[in-house]
């Protein structure tokens, strides 16, 4: 009985996240057209709904109606494979992100989690690195040239930036003394208390790593739409197409802020002003507003060239990150 | 012999590396447009008017009193009544044309010795717009509208004859004839609608 109950729960809990984060994601693409479209003094979307607030709605059915056509010499089974791997890895992260501490309502105790385990921080990163094979599978399952390079040049990139970011999360693994995200939060304590007055070098480095990570622009190359006609999906289309923005750019950006945001700003803490959801609304904002700072980025500078980013992953924030576990080291021993 | 001339990259010094400094001035560029008004129209529900020496579809003048001289010494070898297209059919336009072919012009000698313009076509789809033909019309008939919706469902209707030429001449005098020319930079009204321009 016990077990049938766990299941029900984890089955509810799972599913109102994936939805919720589909939700989220389709309204994170409105955001981001909205921003950009004012960073170039246009409007963006504005005729679907109240200032265009149906357009995520209408492009999902516009995605999901398109006609989905493979071409004839890719590889089948890659094919299929690879828009689902690029995808599942970026939403299993959420998993592991606790959005606030467990609550009481109308007696039962809800945990606003999917699960907390010892090894949470190791999970994600395990998982983002699984989505280096969706961008590896679908650039060579394509059969073509653009998709070709760019799945090399993505996997370059991840793989110089995934090295940086594991190190540069260290710093606060360190300071909190636990892999657990819960754990790690709940190690920081008040506004001084926060991580990001202690590890400034790695929230640069994994600053760097997340526009990395997720192919935003300082480090889009993988995309380049000057150069390459849209990078790895350029065979793609209709939903198989639409799967690969969206978990890169949206679901990948938002997910791995949620991480930025639990080991430097201390998660959902915060002060209670806003009732018995603060916790939660904390969370969102601090994660909102990472994510604001990523498009900001985005729409703001050019694109380094290739081996300009592989140069800076291994020759600058590798050694930054290293630099930083070895002083983090240091000032705790001192400090005993 | 070209000559080669390699311009060395600008170094940063180290505060600059350090602080990423060039990212923090084009972020603060981006924030400043973030806030800014934006400048488009709303196409289908808004639409600018082009200046008065826009090139859009062409259109004839009528007979309204207002010829050049050169039209005096021609109309009396004309059949034409006050209201209707003052072409004499010169052909000049067509002369004038990098596409000749796109014109169709016919004229008749009536029974009393005078000549009648029967037919003026001019199919918009091979023309390019360059406005050679307006300089070239003797008598100030042929001009270009401030129209620029010219698309068509059918390729027939994108053909214009004389008829709905002088009534767009007729409609285009009567909204835009007292009108200045905005050609120059420090007219009020074109500062008003498009802004100063600066002349290097």
């Not at chain 1, 793609?236 to 978990?247: D, E, N, V």
């Not at chain 1, 997910?255 to 002003?273: D, E, M, Q, R, T």
């Not at chain 2, 767009?168 to 835009?176: A, E, H, L, N, Y």
């Amino acid at each position: 009985m016990e077990i049938i109950s766990t299941v029900v729960v984890l089955v509810v809990k799972s599913l109102i996240f994936i939805l919720g984060m589909f939700l989220a994601a389709a309204y994170l693409t409105l955001i981001e057209r909205k921003f950009a479209g004012h960073v170039q003094q246009r409007p963006g979307p504005l005729h679907v709904g109240f200032h265009g607030l149906l357009q995520p709605i209408a492009d999902a059915l516009k995605v999901l109606t398109k006609e989905d056509l493979v071409p004839n010499n890719v590889d089948k089974v890659l094919f299929y494979l690879a828009s689902l791997m690029a995808f599942v890895p970026a939403i299993m992260i959420l998993a592991v992100i606790p959005f606030g501490d467990p609550i009481k309502i109308f007696g039962f105790e809800i945990k606003p989690y999917i699960t907390d385990i010892n090894v949470g921080l190791i999970l994600a990163l395990a998982f983002g690195s699984i989505s280096i094979y969706g961008v590896i599978f679908a650039g060579w399952a394509s059969n073509s040239k653009y998709p070709m390079i760019g799945g090399l040049r993505k996997a370059a990139v991840l793989i110089g930036y995934e090295v940086a970011l594991g190190f540069a999360m260290v710093g606060p693994i360190m300071m909190a003394g636990s892999f657990s995200l819960r754990e790690i939060v709940q190690a920081q304590e008040g506004f001084f208390g926060a991580f990001i007055w202690y590890q400034p070098l790695a929230f640069i480095v994994i600053l760097f790593a997340i526009l990395a990570e997720t192919g935003r622009t300082p480090f889009d190359v993988q995309e380049a739409e000057a150069e390459l006609v849209s990078g790895y999906n350029t065979e793609y289309s209709g939903m198989k197409f639409g799967l690969f923005p969206l978990a890169e750019w949206y679901i990948g950006t938002f997910v791995l802020s949620a991480i930025a945001v639990i080991l430097f700003f201390g998660g959902w803490k915060g002060p209670h002003i806003f009732g018995a959801f603060s916790p939660f609304i904390w969370f969102f904002l601090k994660v909102f507003m990472m994510f604001m700072f990523f498009l900001w980025v985005h729409w703001t500078l050019p694109r380094y060239r290739v081996d300009q980013i592989t140069e800076i992953a291994w020759k600058v924030m590798l050694p930054l990150s290293l630099l930083n576990i070895f002083i983090t080291a240091i000032i705790i021993m001192v400090k005993g | 012999m070209v000559k080669l001339k390699y311009v060395e990259r600008p170094k940063l010094n180290l505060i600059e590396k350090l602080f990423f400094l060039d990212f923090i001035k084009g972020l603060k560029v981006t924030f400043k447009n973030l806030i800014k008004r934006t400048v488009t129209t709303k196409y289908p529900y808004e639409k600018l008017t082009p200046p008065k020496r826009f090139r859009g579809t062409h259109a004839h003048r009528v007979k309204d009193g207002n010829e050049p001289p050169s039209f005096s010494v021609l109309e009396k070898f004309m059949d034409i009544n006050t209201g209707e297209s003052r072409c004499v059919a010169c052909y000049m336009c067509q002369q004038a044309c990098p596409v000749p072919s796109l014109f169709r012009i016919e004229a008749i000698q009536l029974p009393n010795g005078k000549k009648k313009v029967v037919r003026f076509d001019m199919n918009l789809l091979n023309c390019l717009y360059c406005g050679l033909c307006v300089d070239a019309c003797p008598v100030d008939c042929l001009i270009m509208t401030d129209i620029y919706e010219t698309a068509k469902y059918q390729r027939e209707k994108c053909v214009i004859h004389m008829d709905d030429m002088s009534e767009r001449g007729k409609d285009f005098d009567r909204r835009r004839l007292k009108e200045p020319d905005r050609i120059w930079i420090d007219d009020q009204e074109r500062i008003k609608l498009w802004g100063q321009i600066k002349w290097s």
